[in-house]
Every structure is written in C-alpha cells, then in structure tokens.
C-alpha cells in the first residue's frame, strides 16, 4: 500500500515541479534581459583595471627600472646618452632627461598585465591606459612601438653614437699605449702583485 | 488506379485547370502529388526558419538574454543566415563510413517527417488526402524514422552516433506504445480513424473537444500524447539520443552541412507535426472554441493551436533538464502506459453507456 501512495506521490510531485518549473521560465520570459549589446553599449570599466601599456615618452627618462621589474621581460628599451650639445629638457616631474631613446618597444603579446612596470616609474609615464580592444592579425603588431624619433633621425644618432665610441676607444688605446710606453712602472707593480 | 474516393485538394485543383487536360489523370495525380509534396516542403522550412528564431529568442529571454540581436530586427534573418551558411558549406563524408547508408539516412528521417503532413485537416477544405485511416497511417510512417536514424548511426562508423541511434531506437520505439493508446483514446472518443472525421466529432465549442468533453479521461489522453511525442520526436527533457553533453550529437555526430540542416528541418518538422496531431485528436483541429469567433476561418484556428503546443514545448525545453534512460524507461512503461489504458477503459465506459 505504501509503495503505491508513493507511486501517486512520484507522479503529483513530478506534475507539480514541472508547473512549477515552467511557470518561473515563463515569468523570466518578461523580465528585462541582462544582457549588454558590447559593441554598442559598454559598461564602464573600472580605474583600476589593467589594460593596455601607454608610455607617454616625452617624459620618459630612460632610468631602465619597468624595463628591469617585467617579469616576462615584454619592454624593450634601447638609450642612447645625450650629447654635449644636445638638450632633452626636463620631464614634466623636473628631472632632467640624459638619453635619447631610438627604441622603447613592449610586446603586448607577451604581457601579462601585471602592472609591476607602471609602479617604478619615477616620473609616472608608463600607465595603464583603459583601451582593451587591440586585437590583431598578426602577432607582430602586438609590439607597440613608443619612440618619437623617426628613423633618420635614429640612424643619424647611431651613427653620432658610434663615432662617438671609435673616439672613446681610441683614446682608451693611446693611454694604453702611452701608458705601455713607461714599462717601469707597469712593470714594477705586476712585480708587486705576484 | 486513382479513386476519387478520399479527397484530394491537390487532385481537385488540378482536374479544374483547363489547360492541363491533354494529360492523362494518372499524369495529373503524379503532377498533383509533386505540387503537394512541394508546398509541404515549404511549409517545414518556412516553419523551421520562423521556428528556430522563436526558439531562440524563447531560449535567450528565458535565461535573461536577449538572443540573436544582430540579423535585422531584432535577429529575425538569423536562420535564413544560418542556412546560407549550411548550404554553402562542404559536404565532409568521413573515410571509413558506409556512403550509400550515410547518404540515405537524412533522406529516410525527412521524408518521414514530410509524408505524415499529407492526412493534416488544416481546415474543413483543406486536406492532401483525407485518408479513412489517417491516424494510422501517421502512426505506421513515423515508425518509419527508426531504420533511418539506425542507418545514419550504423553507417557513421562512430561510436557516438552509433549510442546515438541505439537510444534513439530504444526510446522512439517504447514511447510508440503511450502514444499510440493515447491516439486510441481519440479515435475511440470519435468512432473513426479519419482525420477529418474526428475533427468534425468535436464540433461546437471547445467543451466538446475530447481534451475536455471527456474529461478526465480525455484530458489525461492528451497529456500522455503530449509527453510521449515529445519523447518520440527526441525534444527536450528526452533527448537523450543528441545529448550534446554525453554523446557530442548522437546520430548526428558525423554530418554536417546540407545532410545535417535535414536531420534539422525533419526535427522541426516532426514538431510541427506531433503538434498538429495533438491539435486534431484533442483540441478540435480546425474547429473555433466558441461559435462567436465562427468568422475566423478554421486554417487560422489550426494553425494558432498548433503554434500553442510548438510553443509549449519550446518553453519546456528551456525550463527540464535532461532525464537519465532508466527514468525515460520508468515514465514510459510504469507511468504512462498504464495511465493511457485507464483513459481508454474510461473512454470505453463512456462510449458504451
Ligand atoms: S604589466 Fe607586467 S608583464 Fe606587462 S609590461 Fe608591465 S611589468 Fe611587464
Ligand atoms: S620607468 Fe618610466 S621613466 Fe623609467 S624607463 Fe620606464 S617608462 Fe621610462
């Protein structure tokens, strides 16, 4: 007798669950979707989100410390030290920049959106911006590409730079050779060492 | 050869054109079967295409989305997209499956789905053909889509379409059994197996619609019809035979494109058609609920209850999760079989005093 009281009961609770399982559909059916058009509508996103890397470069000074604290070593960074004649100005902190900078590459390919290499960063260049559509068709136009110098320019300042090193490197041999040329004191003092 | 003994809307028209009579009739029956098969073929997709865009949007507001969005308004060329996209696909016919099997199958299922559209009483007038054992014969054809849907599993050479099938099998082939009690219950209710005439039995106002004219017998028919054809037709919470979660596609695993969009439209189709079924046995078929809405023509009443039922299972699908087999098995056999003889004992009493 049980086993068939349970029968009916299987069958009236499986009735109502279903009833009442279509009537919560139904009542979604009419309630106001969640659902945000993207491309057209977005939500906002939040200041603290981590997108894309900007450098603003006119106030970068080149001090090499994000380049160091990336732990996947996306940043690139080539410097070249100013010369004599040439003034960079200040950066908008007041710190005076000393280096051109040919080359400031980061592959967002490899980033990891960490954000260690904005937090560095003595005169707050390098932010993360809240731009998050940069998809591409090749993996190479990841690397965003800061420098403002063009590639004359660049090639010219290469070029400064390695007369610049010949000449250093010239005057590091003719000491040498001037200083090869007292042998007595050169001598005397390997004699000391050993 | 060809009695005019049943009524064909389709022969009519045809022997009425003056300008076909240089054809012999047996010319004219073959012409007039090709328009009919045609226009019901029409009449799936052009379902199919309106069907699977309600289906989901239905879908997406139940789950508090919005659906397709983005083909026209509100995503109403969604399908249309969607069957471009089909029929300009590649035909992949895996290495290592039986080809002719594999390219009958889709075939077999949709013509299945299609022949059965031929005995629906649309409206008083309006009949392919009123066969005297319409019900029958609806019940004997869709038997039919068992060996097609084994034929795609078997010949897929896979191991998920062959589960597929196999369950397809077990679960079309048992639920045959409520079904056809409860299609008993109606034709006894009515005295004939003519689709036309247990139409016209339910004459008069909805009380004498045999859902309720006969209640509770009637009633308890029409809902074990319509849970055993949601489980014959292989729609949600019974489709186990494409449970994409356990067995990628079922049957259909290895099809894609056009023979795929087949096995799709015959879907749709077959809800279409279960749907009418229960409209014509249970709620009166074309005929209005109350004599003053009589102006209505009755397609539009055939129709409008039809789209009823394929919304109600469209709503049931969004809201059941999946049964296992063992209860698939317990519901058909323990459940609704012995519930659909009490009806036809019921009914039986009922007829007799
Ligand atoms: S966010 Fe992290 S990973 Fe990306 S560049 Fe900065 S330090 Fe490197
Ligand atoms: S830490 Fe800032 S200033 Fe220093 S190199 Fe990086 S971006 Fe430039």
Known sequence: MQSVNQYFLNIYIAIKSVLIGMSITFRHLFTKSVTVQYPRERLPIPGTSRNLLLNKIEDCIGCDQCVRVCPVNCITMDTIKVFPEDDLGLASDGSKKRLWLPRFDIDMAKCCYCGLCTYPCPTECLIMTDEYEYATYE???????????????????????HIRSMEKE?????????????????????GEGT | MIQAEYYNIFVKIIDQLAVLDFLPPVWK???????????????????????????????????????????????????????????????????????????????????TALAVFVVFPVGENFIVSDLNIGILYIVAISTLVVPGIIMAGWSSNNK???????????????????????????????????MQTIVESQAGGFWNWFIFSKFPFGFIAFFIYFVASLA??????????EAESEIVAGYMTEYSGMRWSFFFLAEYGNM????????????????????????????????????????VHIWLRWTLPRLRVDQLMYMCWKVLTPFAFVSIFGIGLWMTF
Request: hydrophobic fraction near 55%; charge should be positive.
């Open chain 1, 139 to 161: 993996r190479n136009d990841l690397v965003f590409k800061f420098t403002d110098l063009d590639p004359i320019q660049i090639a010219e300042l290469k070029e400064k730079d």
């Open chain 1, 170 to 190: 010239k005057k590091k041999l003719e000491t040498a050779k001037q200083a090869a040329a007292k042998p007595g004191k050169n001598g005397g003092k390997s």
């Open chain 2, 29 to 111: 029956f073959i012409l007039a079967s090709v328009i009919a098969a045609l226009v019901f073929f029409h009449v799936i997709a052009i379902f199919a295409l309106v069907a699977i865009w309600v289906e989901r949007k239905v879908a997406g507001h139940i789950q508090d989305r919005l659906g397709p969005m983005e083909t026209g308004w509100h995503g109403v060329l969604q399908t249309l997209a969607d069957a471009i996209k089909l029929l300009i696909k590649e035909d992949i016919i895996a290495g290592g499956i039986d080809r002719r099997l594999f390219v009958l199958a889709p075939v077999i299922v949709f013509m």
């Open chain 2, 160 to 194: 998920w379409s062959l589960f597929g099938a196999m369950r397809s099998a077990a679960q079309i082939v048992s639920y045959e059994v409520p079904v056809g009690l409860a299609i008993v219950c109606a034709v006894m209710a009515a005295g004939s197996l003519s």
């Open chain 2, 232 to 241: 014959e037709i292989n729609r949600t919470p019974f489709d186990l035979p």
């Open chain 2, 272 to 311: 279409l058609a279960v749907g009418a079924i229960a409209t014509t046995l249970f709620l009166g078929g074309w005929q209005t609920p109350i004599s003053l809405l009589s102006f209505i023509p009755g397609p539009v009443w055939f129709t409008a209850k039809t789209m009823f039922l394929v919304f």
